[in-house]
């Protein structure tokens, strides 16, 4: 049952990455009640137990502070969530495990008169798999959209398939903020955001990384960061095959060309051309006003996600920003992404409003007379008989959503004893995606 009648409303956010914790931690507070003096706010994190679960380093990196945060499978968590109490829940998950976590919270809510609003989204950009992502998102409270352009894309694609499509709720995406730029620092600071798996070859990372060294020996003035998202070993939402830590090592950049961690928001403090391939933290300079370049290098290709960024007035090649060009993004677009126009203030205008409809939403469902009524996902065992079995047993999930025999079953904590077996596994696991696996695959294509 909902704690709406107490004092406190009791958040809860299901993340299985560093990336996908930011996101659902940050979103829960935009869209829960505004606190007052008599209302606040909990929050509890659970950490979904897999390849990509985040280390305390990155943990720490991201900033997002929660009341009680504690790492989980899918089971324990569904399990959990069949005696505690919360207003809302956050599901920031690939959409296989939200699929998966929707059956479940089916399963365990069956026959409840009540029970919390259940939120889902996206951490950025969406340019891959759209219907797929969305259908398997399909039947939470709200689908957020992180632009009025996602909304529209969003509505079609439920509409075209004959799934209801009143789920898609308008945001923004919710780490967006931070100083308005203001004018070029001393020194004049490039970034160069990079990402995990774009590009996914040992070509195409050498030569972004080559072209950003040789950017930092024809500019001696300037000091030139490759901004990167994790350290060798630690898995982030996407694997990370060819990490540039490594290609580093066999070249003699110049003393102004630096690798730096830490948190986006503090880089682009002090960033005044940001460049990337196609990653979200375009967004996040776009709407400081930060110069902003999303490189045509290797093409303008939906495998890259560059091809998001067509009409913005972003895409340009190294060649031209080692000449000097800085492009001036195209407001509309800009507009349509849900950041902030170049001509108002970050933080100001409609951003600034962009969760009141999610919000808004959230208390008319849990104001509803009698409750909220069964989750219904688009996919079920008639509908998609050879899909979804699959990935509900991927979480140890049988077709109706209960759980499998022989899955986890833990009704209390784990003793010491099991929790260092189960950290040397996912020590080892981790250690296998990352290293063992790559190996093999580049073996395979000798």
């Not at 969406?126 to 969003?154: C, I, M, P, T």
């Not at 730029?181 to 990079?194: C, I, K, L, N, Q």
């Not at 996914?200 to 001696?220: E, F, G, S, T, V």
Request: glycine share 10%; charged share 25%; hydrophobic share 40%.
């Amino acid at each position: 049952m909902p704690a709406s009648a107490t004092k406190t409303r009791r958040v809860a956010v299901l993340a299985d990455s560093d990336t996908r914790w930011k996101w659902g931690a940050l979103t829960a507070n935009r869209i829960a009640p505004e606190n007052t003096g008599e209302s606040d706010i909990r929050l509890d994190g659970y950490l979904l137990r897999g390849r990509a679960t985040p280390t305390p380093r990155q943990l720490q990196e991201v900033g997002v502070r929660a009341d009680s945060l504690r790492e989980v499978t899918a089971v324990e968590f569904l399990r959990t969530m069949a005696h505690e109490s919360y207003d809302v829940l956050v599901l920031a998950l690939v959409g296989g495990g939200v699929q998966a976590v929707l059956h479940g919270l089916k399963q365990i809510w069956e026959g409840q008169p009540q029970r919390p609003v259940v939120v889902t989204g996206y951490v950025g950009v969406v340019y891959e798999k759209l219907a797929d992502g969305l259908l398997l998102r399909h039947g939470a409270d709200l689908v957020l959209a992180n632009s009025r352009q996602d909304a529209e894309r969003f509505r079609a694609v439920y509409a075209g398939v004959g799934a209801d499509a009143t789920a898609v709720t308008e945001v923004a995406l919710p780490f967006l903020g931070g100083r308005p730029y203001t004018g070029e620092h001393a020194p004049y600071t490039v970034t160069f955001a990079a990402q995990p798996s774009v590009p996914d070859n040992r070509k195409d990372r050498a030569y972004l990384l080559n072209r950003l060294i040789q950017h930092a020996r024809k500019h001696p003035e300037r000091e030139v960061l490759l901004k990167l998202r994790s350290k060798p070993g630690e898995h982030t939402t996407h694997i990370e095959e060819l990490p540039y830590q490594k290609l580093v090592q066999s070249l003699d950049p110049p003393a102004n060309f630096r690798l730096v961690y830490g948190n986006m928001g503090e880089v682009l403090d002090r960033t005044d051309l940001l460049v990337t391939i196609s990653s979200t933290a375009a967004l996040e300079s776009l709407h400081r006003r930060i110069p902003t370049v999303v490189l045509s290098d290797l093409g303008v290709r939906e495998v890259l996600g560059n091809h998001h960024f067509v009409g913005s007035g972003c895409l340009a090649s190294w060649d031209q920003l080692d000449d000097g060009l800085r492009p001036v993004p195209d407001e509309e677009w800009v507009a349509r992404q849900g950041v902030c126009a170049q001509g108002a203030a970050a933080g100001e205008g409609s951003y600034a409003t962009a969760f009141d409809p999610a919000r808004e939403r959230i208390a008319e469902l849990l104001q509803r007379p009698g409750g909220l009524p069964a989750l219904t996902p688009y996919y079920t065992p008639a509908t998609a008989p050879g899909y979804l079995p699959g990935i509900l047993a991927r979480h140890h999930l049988g077709p109706d959503g209960s759980p499998l025999p022989g899955a986890p079953a833990h009704d209390k904590e784990p003793g010491p004893v099991r929790q260092i077996v189960r950290r040397a596994a996912r020590g080892a696991y981790r250690h296998g995606v990352q290293r063992v696996a790559p190996v093999i695959r580049r073996m395979g294509e000798l």
